[in-house]
């Protein structure tokens, strides 16, 4: 069965940074697109980025370009997400997601994402 694993969240000051990881198992990474999403409390679960198959692509929210970096290693069936500058309103549980094909237009929808990660706590502190 498949199974996403995120790892790497933690407890952080404002301005530093983390690297999560998401070990995929049961697929092939390099036929999905990845995407990076996160959930505050009392919040509905928000777009962070995406990758596409091969890596040559990437897209962000606004509120995390320039400071965080998707990545991915097909060879190693593990996405990346490197977070810099991290602020408090970064604090989420922040999820993984795998889908076979998704248009651009639809690749912040969390809707138009087939599995999931259980999620890994970043909590930035102020």
């Known amino acids: 069965q498949v199974q996403l694993v995120e790892s790497g969240g933690g407890l952080v000051q404002a301005g530093g940074s983390l690297r999560l990881s998401c070990a995929a198992s049961?697929?092939?990474?390099?036929?999905?697109?990845m995407g990076w999403f996160r959930q505050a409390p009392g919040k509905e679960r928000e777009f962070v980025a995406a990758?596409?198959?091969?890596?040559?692509?990437?897209w962000y929210a606004d509120a995390v370009k320039g400071r965080f970096t998707v990545s991915r290693d097909n060879a190693k069936n593990t996405v990346y997400l490197q977070m810099n500058s991290l602020k408090p309103e970064d604090t989420a549980v922040y999820y993984c997601?795998?889908?076979?094909?998704?248009?651009?237009?639809?690749?912040?929808?969390?809707?138009?994402?087939?599995?999931w990660g259980q999620g890994t706590q970043v909590t930035v502190s102020s």
């Open positions: 997601a795998a889908v076979s094909s998704v248009s651009v237009l639809r690749i912040r929808g969390p809707q138009n994402y087939d599995y």
């Open positions: 049961g697929l092939t990474l390099n036929n999905y697109v």
């Open positions: 990758i596409n198959r091969g890596g040559s692509n990437t």
